[in-house]
């Protein structure tokens, strides 16, 4: 079982639509990620809040507006999303972002499909 | 960015010991190796990491070359359900003090009976 709880599983939207993927967790880790896997390729990094701030954007399109409310949360907000934007959303914490023995966690991930 | 070079498949009996290699030859000094692995429809799972010694837990043995341009991730006793992706995963510094996992392709392991 993993300790980071993503929602929802399955997503299906249009492409005019908005919609939002949530991400928690309470292993009170300060460090929190959101990642996009595209089929039977690796995950690739999307953003990095470290302490409720954004730290990194690794060039993400302005569709996708993340967002951590509280230390627990994580938001990532969608619209107006293209069909190559279907893909599986993985969010990922850390107890920090700069530690050697402080290994990512993730959660099962969104699957997304964008009509 | 250091990258990592993987095979795409191995299989592995179930009971015997399954060896996973790792190619990362242009590794710097700081840079660390972990190992992740994802079950089909999950999200990657931790498994292992070091710089520069070997390193043993629960889960699996990591042996890493005194060049440190490659490393074999071992799994004792393999059993069907570590059936999955396994990647090898160069953790890269960048500014700020952040951490960079960067991913390989993978190696996926099919354990049979």
């Known amino acids: 079982d993993t300790e980071v709880t993503q929602t929802p599983k399955h997503l299906v939207m249009g492409m005019t639509n908005k919609k939002s993927l949530k991400c928690e967790q309470h292993?009170?880790?300060?460090?929190m990620y959101w990642y996009k896997q595209k089929a039977k390729k690796p995950p690739e990094l999307m953003f990095v809040?470290?302490?409720?701030?954004?730290?990194i954007n690794e060039s993400v399109p302005s569709r996708f507006s993340p967002e951590c409310p509280n230390s627990s949360l994580l938001n990532l907000h969608l619209h107006a999303l293209q069909p190559e934007d279907s893909a599986l959303y993985l969010c990922?914490?850390?107890?920090?972002?700069?530690?050697?023995?402080?290994?990512?966690?993730f959660g099962d991930g969104t699957r997304l499909s964008i009509l | 960015d250091a990258k990592t070079t993987q095979p795409p498949s191995m299989d592995c009996a179930e009971g015997r010991a399954a060896n996973l290699p790792c190619n990362h030859s242009?590794?710097?000094?700081?840079?660390?190796v972990y190992w992740y692995r994802q079950i089909h429809s999950q999200g990657p799972q931790y498994i292992i990491h070091?710089?520069?010694n070997n390193e043993t837990n629960e889960m699996a043995s990591l042996i890493i070359t005194e060049d440190r341009k490659s490393s074999t991730l071992i799994l004792p006793h393999a059993t069907l359900r570590d059936t999955a992706v396994y990647y090898c995963?160069?953790?890269?510094?960048?500014?700020?003090?952040?951490?960079?996992?960067?991913f390989g392709a993978g190696t996926r392991l099919a354990v049979h009976p």
């Open positions: 070091g710089l520069k």
């Open positions: 995963i160069v953790r890269v510094a960048r500014s700020g003090g952040y951490n960079k996992l960067i």
């Open positions: 242009t590794i710097s000094g700081n840079e660390y």
């Open positions: 809040y470290s302490y409720e701030k954004l730290s």
């Open positions: 292993m009170g880790h300060r460090a």
């Open positions: 990922a914490s850390s107890l920090g972002f700069g530690g050697a023995n402080q290994p990512q966690h």
